[in-house]
């Protein structure tokens, strides 16, 4: 190809071309299958690490399959919305000869049997499909006699010694030192390309690596940036999940932002999509890592720039665009105290959908699985109510509702509705009690976030809703105050704070949850200040253990037995647990071996020592069951744990009332007395 004329993109591509090596049997593989020759799959699965060349490969299908006369639609799958409608969108108007490139498979993996049972077996014969990602595929497809034909698996893994030697000699790096860049990097060919990026601009007589490969590397070339204008542009590319011109100007400024768009496009580790640049995952977790220790004032005040131009992007978006605009805010929650809640190892399994007339009795089930009878009443009154509060989380594989949220908008008290509802009636004296409602606002309460097999738990699932509750946070006019429910006040309370929700209510249930609501008000708390309130926070911020003494003598009985109970419901949950106000009680702290590491194994066995206790005496077998199987067995209610011990369900929750009483008084009877039992530890 001449370089002599032609447009940008001919030059680029020929660019491409001259420096990409290696891959030889990956492109005949492609290349038969290009053509349509016999026998040549109808999809490639390009799989590998990080760093190791998938996108580069893409690019070449990409290139090749346009000099084929092929039209080429490209994917990144960490940018589309993680559901089929969403991936649906992204190819729609295909043509039947289209080849399609779906790359950062990786971060939409969930969609893996729904691609395979449903979209790919639907697409045109001519159709040509390439996916890559870190993970290799699944059993579905390479255990499948039809797909054995229609499949080829790439593994991709680093270049050859020669390959290498010829990248790097591509690259310009000086003979004198290729060998210890090869000796530093080996054939990973992210590493090679970063390490040549210094090596280049070297004397041509040395080059000294260190073990950490990435951050030498990475440190270097930060230090290489011309000018701090330079070193923020990065440094925003390497925070938020894609970097767009917009973005840019917002940050760095509006003279600037161009610039900086261009010149980040053209380093070795960028790539780009239709939402905008990022950076290659490594790369950018070890600059923004570097930043937030080198610089604590700045990184917040860049978070805070980058946050309030995304805020103002999902305030002004159209409902979809605004859900991208969240989900990048989301995005920035990853590092820091709150990281925990953020960090989605895998989506795409769920998506979110609204309410159709068929999902009825799913909701039904769900929510008798999850808490039983009272609050299956209360959900059939606002499925009636108020149906357009019901938000459904479907399997992608098979389209059934896994999980259901009620997200209701309210825009005043209503005495029917306070009398089918204890939960909303507690919100709503909240309200009257602290800051009533003005003419013309809501209130929003997420009543209902069900999801049985991660009850109230972080996971992708709730990710979800929380995507939705703050995308209404932040674009619903006239919202006065919210309130979010959970049974488990321990494990979201910290978030909670830090969302600016603080404690309110709590309401003991007949399934044995006490379920609190955290409330905001939205008129004192500005959205701009919400966010800044927000900051991600320091690397390893540590939140200071109450002390002992303290915590022990708040203990009242009443406070000791709500403990008690939720100690047992807690049981499997060791984080839970571990922040229970019984770690810290004298009957846990005086055992001889205490240690704040041993509390919650400690906890564990003064709990199973009380409930066994019952066994043995004959009037208390019923009650030792009844206990045993509700907290014990991983029942997922009560209603469950009523047939399992072939109990009526009103049977079931008197003895379950007595076996409570009667465990918190043998505990009880531990922490008062002049010297508890020992318990064996090892």
Same mark, same amino acid.
């Given at each position: 190809m001449s370089t002599e004329s032609g447009s940008?993109?001919?030059?680029?591509?020929?660019?491409?071309?001259?420096a990409f090596v290696g891959r030889s049997t990956e492109l005949a593989v492609f290349r038969q299958a290009l053509a349509g020759c016999a026998d040549a799959p109808a999809v490639i699965y390009v799989h590998g690490p990080g760093g190791v060349g998938k996108s580069t490969l893409l690019r070449r299908f990409a290139d090749e399959s346009r000099d084929a006369g092929r039209p080429v639609v490209e994917v990144n799958g960490r940018l589309i919305d993680p559901s089929p409608a969403g991936f649906e969108s992204e190819v729609a108007g295909a043509p039947a000869d289209a080849v399609l490139l779906i790359d950062a498979f990786e971060h939409c993996q969930g969609l893996e049997v729904w691609l395979h049972d449903r979209f790919l077996p639907s697409l045109a014969q001519q159709t040509l499909v390439v996916l890559a990602g870190r993970e290799g595929p699944s059993p579905t497809w390479t255990s499948s006699l039809a797909w054995s034909e229609l499949l080829a698996v790439m593994p991709l893994g680093d270049l050859d010694l020669p390959e290498a030697e010829r990248l790097l000699e591509l690259r310009n790096v000086a003979p004198a030192v290729r060998g210890q860049v090869l000796g530093f990097a080996g054939g990973h060919p992210l590493a090679l390309s970063l390490a040549a990026s210094v090596a280049v601009g070297g004397d041509g007589a040395s080059w000294a690596p260190t073990p950490d490969v990435l951050t030498v590397l990475l440190s270097q070339l930060v230090g290489e940036v011309p000018t701090q204008v330079h070193r923020l542009a990065l440094e925003v590319a390497a925070h938020a999940m894609t970097t767009t011109e917009g973005l840019l100007r917002a940050v760095v400024g509006h003279e600037r932002g161009a610039e900086m768009f261009t010149w980040l496009r053209r380093l070795p580790f960028a790539d780009w999509g239709r939402q905008g640049m990022f950076l290659h995952d490594m790369v950018s977790d070890a600059v923004d890592a570097d930043l937030r220790w080198r610089d604590p004032q700045g990184y917040e005040e860049m978070h805070r720039r980058v946050g309030h131009h995304l805020l103002e992007q999902a305030r002004t978006a159209s @409902? *979809? &665009?605004?859900?991208?605009?969240? #989900?990048?805010l989301s995005y920035l929650k990853r590092y820091g105290p709150m990281g925990s809640y953020f960090q989605m190892r895998r989506e795409g399994?769920?998506?979110?959908?609204?309410?159709?007339?068929g999902d009825h009795d799913a909701v039904r089930r769900l929510i008798m699985q999850?808490?039983?009878?009272?609050?299956?009443?209360?959900?059939?009154?606002?499925?009636?109510?108020?149906?357009?509060?019901?938000?459904?989380?479907?399997?992608?594989?098979?389209?059934? @509702? *896994? &999980?259901?949220?009620?997200?209701? #908008?309210?825009?005043?008290?209503?005495?029917?509705?306070?009398?089918?509802d204890p939960v909303l009636a507690q919100a709503w004296e909240h309200v009257a009690r602290t800051s009533p409602l003005r003419p013309g606002e809501h209130v929003m309460l997420a009543r209902f976030l069900v999801y049985p097999p991660a009850y109230y738990e972080v996971s992708p699932v709730l990710h979800l809703m929380q995507l939705r509750i703050c995308a209404d946070w932040i674009r619903s006019a006239g919202l006065a105050w919210s309130f979010i429910i959970s049974p488990y006040p321990q494990l979201w309370g910290r978030l909670m704070e830090h969302l600016g929700h603080e404690q309110a209510t709590s309401l003991a249930w007949p399934n044995g949850h006490t379920y609190t609501l955290f409330a905001c008000d939205w008129r004192i708390t500005p959205l701009s200040i919400w966010f800044d309130r927000t900051q991600p926070g320091g690397l390893a911020d540590e939140v200071p253990a109450p002390a002992v003494d303290a915590l022990s003598a708040t203990l009242t009985r009443s406070d000791f037995d709500a403990a008690v109970r939720d100690a047992l419901r807690d049981w499997h949950r060791h984080d839970a647990l571990a922040a229970n106000p019984l770690c810290q009680a004298r009957?846990?702290?005086?055992?001889?071996?205490?240690?704040?590491?041993?509390?919650?194994?400690?906890l564990r066995e003064l709990l199973t020592d009380a409930v066994d206790t019952m066994s043995a005496d004959p009037r208390e077998v019923k009650l030792h069951r009844v206990l045993a199987t509700t907290y014990f067995h991983r029942v997922p209610n009560q209603t469950v744990a009523a047939e399992r011990l072939s109990l009526p369900y009103s049977t079931y929750?008197?003895?379950?009332?007595?076996?409570?009483?009667?465990?918190?008084?043998?505990?009880?009877?531990?922490?008062?007395?002049?010297?508890?039992?020992p318990v064996p530890h090892p």
């Open positions: 940008l993109a001919d030059r680029l591509r020929w660019a491409r071309e001259r @409902p *979809a &665009a605004a859900l991208v605009a969240i #989900r990048e399994d769920f998506h979110e959908d609204t309410l159709h007339p999850a808490e039983g009878p009272e609050s299956a009443a209360i959900v059939a009154f606002w499925l009636e109510r108020q149906p357009e509060a019901f938000w459904i989380y479907r399997d992608t594989v098979t389209g059934e @509702p *896994a &999980a259901f949220m009620t997200w209701l #908008r309210l825009p005043e008290p209503r005495a029917d509705e306070m009398a089918a009957m846990i702290t005086i055992q001889p071996g205490y240690s704040a590491e041993h509390a919650v194994q400690m929750r008197r003895h379950l009332h007595r076996a409570l009483e009667r465990v918190c008084e043998l505990l009880w009877k531990r922490e008062t007395a002049e010297r508890s039992l």
